[in-house]
């Protein structure tokens, strides 16, 4: 049974930066995606970064665009979100979740598997 376990998250300042990690344990048969998601009090989980195994394909929501960077480390099984320039609306819960099929999606539903999230907090 595949799992998915985040960590890195915290408080922080606007303008701060934040690694968080993902790291996948179990059996994976075939190469996939992992994606970063996030979701705010009282709102739906939206879409932030996913990338494809061996990270040649990268794919970003608007809103983080420049300032959020995805990498992964597959000999490590190890997703990475690199949050920089964060802002108060960054607040959220951030899940990270896997995809079989090694193309990235923005849809929820694309995702088998997820992480239980971490929470991430910026202070204005």
């Known amino acids: 049974q595949v799992q998915l376990v985040e960590s890195g998250g915290g408080l922080v300042q606007a303008g701060d930066s934040l690694r968080l990690s993902c790291v996948v344990s179990g059996r994976t048969f075939s190469s996939y995606v992992l994606g970063w998601f996030r979701q705010a009090p009282g709102k739906e989980r939206d879409f932030v970064a996913a990338i494809t195994y061996n990270g040649g394909t990268r794919d970003y929501a608007d809103s983080v665009k420049g300032r959020f960077a995805i990498s992964r480390d597959d000999a490590k099984s190890t997703a990475y979100l690199q949050m920089n320039s964060l802002k108060p609306e960054d607040t959220a819960v951030y899940y990270c979740?896997?995809?079989?099929?090694?193309?990235?999606?923005?849809?929820?539903?694309?995702?088998?598997?997820w992480g239980q999230g971490t929470q991430v907090t910026v202070s204005s």
């Open positions: 979740a896997k995809r079989g099929i090694n193309w990235p999606s923005q849809r929820i539903h694309d995702y088998d598997t």
